[in-house]
C-alpha cells in the first residue's frame, strides 16, 4: 500500500508544484526591477510636484520619449513629449501634487523592451489632505542604463469622499 501511494504523492507534488509556478508568474515580486521602477516612479513625481521650479520642470521632461503617448480618461490623448509637458504647465504645475499609494505600486518586466508598472495615485490640492485618486500604468522603455516612457495611462479618476490626509 505505501508503494501505491509514493507515485500518487509525486503527481500531487508535481500538480502543486505547477500551481505554485503559475500563481509566481503572475504576482509581481520586490525584486531588484521593482525597486528601480519605484525609484524612477518617485524621481519622476518629485521633479512634477515641483514643476513650477524650471530646472525641475526640466528634469520632468527627460523622464519623456520624444514620441511619448499619453493617455486620459478626463483629458483624452497626447501625443509626444512636447504637448505632454506644455499640458503638465498648464494644468499642473503650482496646481496640485500626486502621491504614491506604494501598496498599490507593481511592476511587470517587458522582455527585450523594459517594464510595466500600475498602481494607484492620489491627488493632493492642499498640503493637508489629498481629494481625488486615480489609477495609472507607465511602459518604460529601456536603453542601456536609460530609462524613458514611452506610454502612460492616468484613468479610473474619482473624488475621495470625505478627503483623505496627505502624506507627513
Same mark, same amino acid.
Given at each position: 500500500?505505501?508503494?501505491?501511494?509514493?507515485? @500518487?504523492?509525486? *503527481?500531487?507534488? /508535481?500538480?502543486?508544484?505547477?500551481?505554485?509556478?503559475?500563481?509566481?508568474?503572475? &504576482?509581481?515580486?520586490?525584486?531588484?526591477?521593482? +525597486?528601480? @521602477?519605484? &525609484?524612477?516612479? /518617485?524621481?519622476? %513625481?518629485?521633479?512634477?510636484?515641483? *514643476?513650477?521650479?524650471?530646472? +525641475?520642470?526640466?528634469?520632468?521632461?527627460?523622464?519623456?520619449?520624444?514620441?511619448?503617448?499619453?493617455?486620459?480618461?478626463?483629458?483624452?490623448?497626447? =501625443?509626444?513629449?512636447?504637448?505632454?509637458?506644455?499640458? /503638465? !504647465?498648464?494644468?499642473? *504645475? #503650482?496646481?496640485?501634487?500626486?502621491?504614491?499609494?506604494?501598496?498599490?505600486? !507593481?511592476? =511587470?518586466?517587458?522582455?527585450?523592451? #523594459?517594464?510595466?508598472? @500600475?498602481?494607484?495615485?492620489? %491627488? *493632493?490640492?492642499?498640503?493637508?489632505?489629498?481629494?481625488?485618486?486615480?489609477?495609472?500604468? $507607465?511602459? =518604460?522603455? +529601456? $536603453? #542601456?542604463?536609460? =530609462?524613458?516612457?514611452?506610454?502612460?495611462?492616468?484613468?479610473?479618476? !474619482?473624488?475621495?469622499?470625505?478627503? /483623505?490626509? &496627505?502624506?507627513?
Amino acid at each position: 500500500m505505501k508503494l501505491r501511494a509514493l507515485p @500518487m504523492i509525486g *503527481c500531487l507534488l /508535481t500538480t502543486l508544484a505547477s500551481a505554485t509556478s503559475v500563481v509566481a508568474a503572475d &504576482a509581481p515580486s520586490p525584486d531588484a526591477l521593482y +525597486q528601480k @521602477m519605484l &525609484a524612477l516612479d /518617485t524621481a519622476m %513625481f518629485d521633479s512634477f510636484n515641483h *514643476c513650477d521650479d524650471p530646472a +525641475q520642470f526640466a528634469k520632468h521632461a527627460a523622464f519623456f520619449a520624444k514620441d511619448v503617448e499619453f493617455y486620459h480618461d478626463l483629458g483624452g490623448v497626447l =501625443w509626444g513629449a512636447d504637448a505632454v509637458m506644455d499640458s /503638465t !504647465r498648464k494644468n499642473v *504645475c #503650482g496646481k496640485f501634487r500626486r502621491e504614491l499609494d506604494v501598496a498599490s505600486f !507593481r511592476v =511587470w518586466p517587458i522582455p527585450g523592451y #523594459g517594464a510595466m508598472v @500600475m498602481g494607484t495615485h492620489r %491627488f *493632493c490640492h492642499t498640503p493637508t489632505t489629498c481629494e481625488g485618486v486615480g489609477e495609472f500604468t $507607465t511602459v =518604460w522603455k +529601456q $536603453t #542601456g542604463d536609460e =530609462w524613458v516612457v514611452t506610454r502612460a495611462l492616468s484613468y479610473a479618476h !474619482r473624488s475621495i469622499e470625505p478627503p /483623505t490626509p &496627505a502624506k507627513k
